[in-house]
């Protein structure tokens, strides 16, 4: 039997532009008493398991200056490497922790926080282990289609050494732009570089 | 806001190309019995997005990478996203006509109803999925600090609002039609009307964000945002169509938007185990 193979079209992205926080993060920028809160504000909801974080970092544009109109959104495992999603199959997720976080960042540096907790590794798709790793999402004004990256842990020299993502990567002299440092205590520095030397390296995935 | 589902085309009828849609229980993906690691989602065709270096649209120019970016085929961290469920919403939240407005009162403005159906590529619906949209007010302006056009704000309207596709993919919220308004790009550069749109789907490689534009606005092709992207084929894809059998009668006109994301790779081995 011969498949269909007709299939639409993806809808076209275009920019968040200059006000994403109305629709997404409205009780930041003042427009209150529509949502009870702003969705994302919170990954941990209970007595959660795992080592708790904080992760914090800042996104650049080409000339140094930090956004502050951006929207930054991750997405992650628990500490035990599942995902709090319907289409997680393997077991289920941490139900005091959603994975999902979003941050407006501050509104006079653009610094983005996540409170979280340290993700497990989860699966490459041929069963090998991912080293723990952190979805980020940043769309903004002047970016016209979403940005995926992800933020892996420097203090996780092993499992970084065999992920399998991460060892694909040609220019392994790009690959720090992916790294998370720490800071003090459960404090994870991840900054942001749309361009310049240090641009971090998106997926197209 | 029921009136629209009274004359909503079936789906499976004749407007609607035909499709096989499997069993799922509601917040499933459709096909999810399958394998989740074994199968990854259609690449996405950067041809047919704008790229991210758009010289007309100036802020483009210093947040745009330089880089090629990294391909790779979907894992699990990429197929799975966060659910929301009905409970995250208020019973104004789909109705920007009220969900600011002081009791008794309204945003002002045409009012009208935007609805559609999220499919993905392979035309399955996307139900459970959570949509939010923000937009200026009928005069054009935002409710934000940041903005500086002189129209002035609607006391009544605040500007954003969200809802949740129905188990077929169906979605509808309330609002007035915003405004055109200038910006700061070349010297004389006008928005569009045009509502805001962010979209999950169930996994993170579908998460999205657009604009919708309006029927027979001459705006539209002359706006530098509009034109990053590459086609008129795609630009078309975005402009929401009058409806007018979907109208409240004296109440509210009705534009009709539908949105397609990403969709999963089919395999004629669905239900082998792959990869793992």
């Known amino acids: 039997m011969i498949r269909d193979v007709t299939r639409l079209k993806e809808t076209p992205s275009q920019t968040a532009g200059p006000y994403v926080h109305i629709g997404c993060t409205p009780n930041f920028c003042d427009i209150g008493g529509v949502y009870p809160h702003d969705l994302g504000s919170k990954l941990i909801t209970g007595d959660v398991t795992g080592e708790r974080i904080t992760i914090k970092g800042t996104v650049f544009d080409g000339t140094g200056t930090p956004l502050k109109d951006a929207l930054i959104e991750i997405w992650q495992a628990d500490s035990a490497g599942l995902y709090n999603s319907v289409n997680e199959t393997r077991g289920t997720a941490d139900a005091n922790f959603t994975g999902w976080g979003r941050s407006p960042g501050d509104m006079d540096t653009g610094e983005f926080t996540f409170e979280t907790v340290k993700p497990g590794a989860v699966p490459f798709r041929d069963g090998r282990m991912m080293a723990p790793h952190v979805t980020f999402w940043i769309v903004a004004r002047g970016i016209n289609l979403g940005l995926h990256t992800r933020m892996y842990f420097e203090d996780e020299a092993e499992a970084n050494a065999a992920d399998p993502i991460l060892s694909k990567i040609e220019h392994q002299n790009r690959v720090p732009t992916l790294m998370a440092r720490r800071e003090e205590d459960g404090v994870y520095r991840f900054d942001i570089h749309l361009q310049g030397a240090d641009e971090t390296i998106f997926f197209d995935v | 806001m029921t009136a629209p589902a009274d004359d909503r085309p079936a789906p499976g009828g004749e407007s609607e190309p035909h499709f096989t849609e499997k069993k799922h229980s509601p917040g499933q993906t459709p096909g999810g019995q399958r394998d989740k690691f ?16 758009t010289p007309l649209y100036k802020t483009s120019v210093a947040r745009s990478p330089q880089r090629a970016p990294l ?17 995250v919403l ?20 045409p009012r009208i109803v935007v609805y559609g159906r999220v499919v993905d590529e392979a035309n399955r619906p996307v139900p459970n999925t959570l949509i939010e949209v923000w937009q200026a ?21 605040g500007g954003c609002g ?3 596709t129905d188990e077929n993919g169906w979605y509808e919220f309330r609002t007035v039609q915003p405004g055109p308004y200038p910006w700061p790009n070349g010297p004389n550069d006008w928005r569009p009307a045009h509502i805001h749109f962010s979209i999950f789907g169930h996994a993170f490689a579908q998460r999205l964000i657009s604009q919708l534009y309006f029927e027979g606005d001459p705006m539209i092709w002359q706006c530098p945002i509009v034109g990053t992207i590459p086609t008129p084929e ?40 792959e990869g793992l």
């Open chain 2, 234 to 273: 795609a630009i078309e894809t975005l402009v929401a169509k009058l409806d007018m059998g979907a109208t409240i009668p004296m109440d509210a006109r009705a534009y009709r938007f539908d949105i397609v994301l990403r969709g999963k790779r089919q395999t004629l081995f669905e239900n082998r185990m």
């Open chain 2, 137 to 157: 007010n009928a005069g054009g302006r935002y409710r934000h600090k940041k903005e500086g056009y002189l129209a002035p704000l609607d006391p009544n309207f």
């Open chain 2, 90 to 109: 208020g019973p104004l939240d789909n109705d920007l006509i009220h969900n600011f407005a002081k009791d008794g009162a309204g945003a002002i403005g």
């Open chain 2, 38 to 53: 074994g199968n990854s989602f259609y690449m996405r065709d950067r041809a047919w997005h704008p790229p991210a270096l």
């Open chain 2, 162 to 164: 969200r809802c949740i």
């Open chain 2, 71 to 87: 391909s790779f085929a979907t894992t699990i961290s990429e197929e799975t996203s966060p659910v929301f469920g009905n409970d």
